[in-house]
């Protein structure tokens, strides 16, 4: 009953110490934003758990205890502290990563350098997460004498634990150091207009093993992170987010060319989705019965682009219907007199 009491006043102060802690930090940061008080209430549980940690411990010293039951209490401690420890750690490396995402922001036109600092620290912030709980996984399995020989194996990127093991981390293992070639590389940001799979999408999620694509239709397809390392796709917007749409029309060759230029440049000009960079209307071919006709205008990103190709499309349409209807393709007859008197 006495050593109960021990434990129990223990827990008691502990708990009580760790709400005055938290009432005492969140009266210090009251007139701070939003963003600190979230911190203050997501580091709440450590510091709770590493007190309570210290008060049993304390209580486990002074208590009558037989050795065996001590050892236990010890032993199952010591695993709390090390999940203690890690929790911790992953907690600032989630503090580190907002402060520093902070100044950036991807809501803007010009976002490219946001988008680059975004999809670094985040790929760095997983990884390293995984990393961590690994790490803290091994040190608990390797406070017992049975299993240490599997904590480190574990810690040794399960290279040692024998085949079995290592074949099935080998996949985790591929995508953790394509997750670190990734944020060093950069083949694709957050936010980058992509073809993967012959879908066209933005990259919305990267994760430490998989990378998350919103397809224009609101899909989303889930792709591994070596996919990115080892399969050719096409980044839109790898350099610039600045993308040149492409109109293809087919007309009549009694088309007008340079009315149907001065029509489709006012068209692009009137645009707000056009940038003002790049227009251009080129006759790219001859067909059989038509002419192929190619219009070029940018836009800051390929949504407005998309949006600018259709605008121009349309307006076109309704131009050449009004304005040059005998432009739209066409079948030529031609009827001989003979046919004629015959059809006569």
């Known amino acids: 009953m006495h050593t109960t009491l021990i434990f129990l006043l223990a827990l008691i102060v502990a708990w009580s110490a760790g709400y005055l802690i938290y009432r005492a930090a969140l009266k210090a940061i009251r007139h701070r934003d939003e963003f600190w008080r979230r911190m203050v209430v997501r580091a709440r549980g450590p510091v709770q758990l590493g007190l309570m940690i210290?008060?049993?411990s304390f209580a486990a010293n002074i208590a009558p205890l037989p050795p065996q039951q001590g050892a236990i209490l010890r032993h199952v401690l010591l695993i709390a502290f090390i999940a203690c420890i890690t929790w911790i750690v992953t907690i600032m490396l989630d503090v580190w990563m907002a402060l520093h995402l902070r100044k950036f922001r991807l809501d803007v036109e010009d976002n490219l350098l946001a988008r680059k600092h975004v999809t670094q620290t985040r790929i760095l912030q997983r990884v390293t997460v995984v990393l961590v709980i690994a790490v803290g996984v091994s040190a608990a399995l390797m406070t017992f004498d049975r299993v240490?020989?599997?904590g480190v194996s574990l810690l040794a990127s399960a290279g040692a634990a024998g085949i079995v093991l290592g074949l099935a981390l080998q996949p985790v293992l591929r995508n953790i150091l394509a997750g670190i070639q990734?944020?060093?590389?950069?083949?694709?940001r957050i936010d980058d207009a992509v073809i993967v799979e012959g879908e066209w999408g933005?990259?919305?999620?990267?994760?430490?093993?998989?990378?998350?694509?919103?397809?224009?239709?609101k899909r989303r397809l889930i792709v591994p992170l070596n996919y990115f390392m080892e399969t050719p796709f096409q980044n839109w917007t790898r350099k610039d987010a600045a993308l040149i749409g492409t109109v293809m029309i087919y007309l009549d060759y009694g088309v007008s060319i340079p009315e149907l230029r001065a029509e489709a440049e006012r068209i692009t000009r009137a645009s707000p989705l056009w940038n003002g960079d790049v227009f251009a209307l080129q006759v790219t071919e001859f067909r059989q019965r038509e002419v192929e006709i190619r219009i070029l205008a940018s836009a800051n990103h390929a949504g407005k682009a998309f949006d600018l190709r259709c605008e121009i499309r349309e307006k076109l349409l309704a131009y050449l219907q009004r304005v040059q209807p005998s432009a739209l393709p066409?079948?030529?007859?031609?009827?001989?007199?003979?046919?004629?008197?015959?059809?006569?």
Do not use: F, G, H
Not at 330 to 344: D, F, G, P, W, Y
């Open 148 to 150: 240490w020989q599997y």
């Open 54 to 56: 210290m008060a049993l």
């Open 182 to 188: 990734l944020a060093l590389t950069q083949p694709i």
């Open 202 to 217: 933005n990259v919305e999620e990267i994760t430490a093993t998989y990378v998350v694509i919103r397809v224009w239709d």
């Open 330 to 344: 066409q079948t030529r007859a031609s009827i001989t007199e003979a046919a004629a008197v015959a059809l006569n």
